[in-house]
Every structure is written in structure tokens, then in C-alpha cells.
């Protein structure tokens, strides 16, 4: 039994998301799954869920094989708030729930990833701070990617130092920043000339869920 490499991406779809925001979003989720699925290493282990979260949290799609994935469509209200803390303390239950541990017969999927895409405005401070500690430790990467031309970055720094405009997420910039050696396959490589976004450490320096 393959080990997974469960990736979660968090989706905001509040009405301040609305238009150019969201499109840019809908563009780099595409542009990395498109680049994954051309890696084989990737194929075997990556899985991927998307949630999206505005006045409520709905789970789009639950933990998926990456040669399974079909996108599903995302949509932003006309108006209401960004409930970001809601979100990621929903995010908390459902690692809880979908990400395998280990047992003596086998070993668990790896830590996840999280993929956090906004503008960064939120409308349940308290409850973010009193959560954003606890989904630092569940996950072994977590990158959030900006969109907008307001975009607020305050809080995101509170969850991640690896905070980015989503724009830089091409297919060109993302297969080089997302790469896999060929002699090892499910090990992870480093590009530094890009700021070494979404990267990993290498695959025996990941910790695993035991």
C-alpha cells in the first residue's frame, strides 16, 4: 500500500472574492493539477481535496487520487463574510477523519499539505487565532497564495511564512518549483532560484503519521 501524500486546498469564495479574484484562483488550481498529472511519482502518491468557505464551509471534493480528480465547479456569493477560522477548524476535523495513520502492518500517509487561497480579509478574527496554532502543527507544508489587488496579509502570516501572489502560479513556475528526482520516486526536490515555494524537505526528512 502506496503512502499518501494528502494536499488540502482551502478555498475562499466570499463576495470579496467575486470576479477577477476567483478567476485567478479557478486558473491556479488548474495549472497545478495539470502539473502534477504530468509527473508519475506524483500520480502514484499526491491526493486532493478542495473546500471552499464564505458564510459556510462545504467540502467540493473529498480526498481524491490525483489520476481521479475531476474539478468541480467554484462559485462565489454576490455577498456575505469570509469565515476563515470556521474553515480551518473544519479543516482540523476532517484530516482527523480522511489522513491514515500508521499501525504495526503499515505505515500512515505522510502530513498533509495545505494550500490556503484568498485575499486574506477574514470576518472571524478571534476565532482564527484561537485555531491557526493547532492547524500549524497537523501540517508538514503550508503555503497561502494571495489573490486580488487588496489583499491583507496580517493573519496569513500568522499561519505560514510561505505567503504568495497566486499569479506566480503558472504551470511554467509551478513544474519547477513542485519537482520530483527522478532516482527516488515520492522524494522531493529544492529549486532555489524560486524562493523554494510549496516545497517540502525531502521525502526521509518528512514526518509521518504514526
Excluded at 455577498?79 to 476532517?94: N, Q, V
Aim: aromatic share 8%.
Amino acid at each position: 500500500m502506496l503512502r499518501r501524500l494528502p494536499v488540502y486546498l482551502l478555498v475562499d469564495t466570499s463576495s470579496s472574492m467575486k470576479g477577477e479574484p476567483i478567476e485567478s484562483v479557478k486558473v491556479g488550481i488548474e495549472s497545478m493539477i495539470a502539473t502534477l498529472s504530468q509527473d508519475p511519482y506524483a500520480l502514484e502518491r499526491v491526493n486532493i481535496s478542495i473546500i471552499t468557505y464564505d458564510r459556510e464551509v462545504k467540502v467540493l471534493l473529498p480526498l481524491t487520487p490525483l489520476k481521479d480528480l475531476q474539478l468541480p465547479n467554484i462559485i462565489t456569493p454576490d455577498s456575505g463574510p469570509t469565515h476563515t477560522g470556521a474553515a480551518l477548524e473544519m479543516l482540523l476535523e476532517i484530516v482527523n477523519q480522511e489522513v491514515n495513520r500508521g499501525c504495526p502492518e503499515h505505515a500512515g500517509d505522510y502530513r498533509p499539505f495545505l494550500f490556503l487561497m484568498t485575499d486574506g480579509k477574514l470576518s472571524d478574527t478571534q476565532l482564527f487565532n484561537s485555531v491557526v496554532y493547532r492547524v500549524k502543527s497537523k501540517f508538514a507544508t503550508i503555503v497561502c497564495f494571495t489573490s486580488g489587488t487588496k489583499v491583507k496579509i496580517d493573519c496569513l502570516e500568522l499561519l505560514s511564512d510561505k505567503v504568495y501572489p497566486i499569479d506566480n502560479l503558472d504551470s511554467v513556475n509551478f513544474k519547477k518549483l513542485f519537482t520530483w528526482p527522478s532516482g527516488f520516486p515520492g522524494e522531493y526536490g529544492i529549486n532555489h532560484s524560486l524562493c523554494e515555494l510549496i516545497l517540502p524537505p525531502p521525502l526521509e526528512e518528512m514526518d509521518i503519521i504514526i
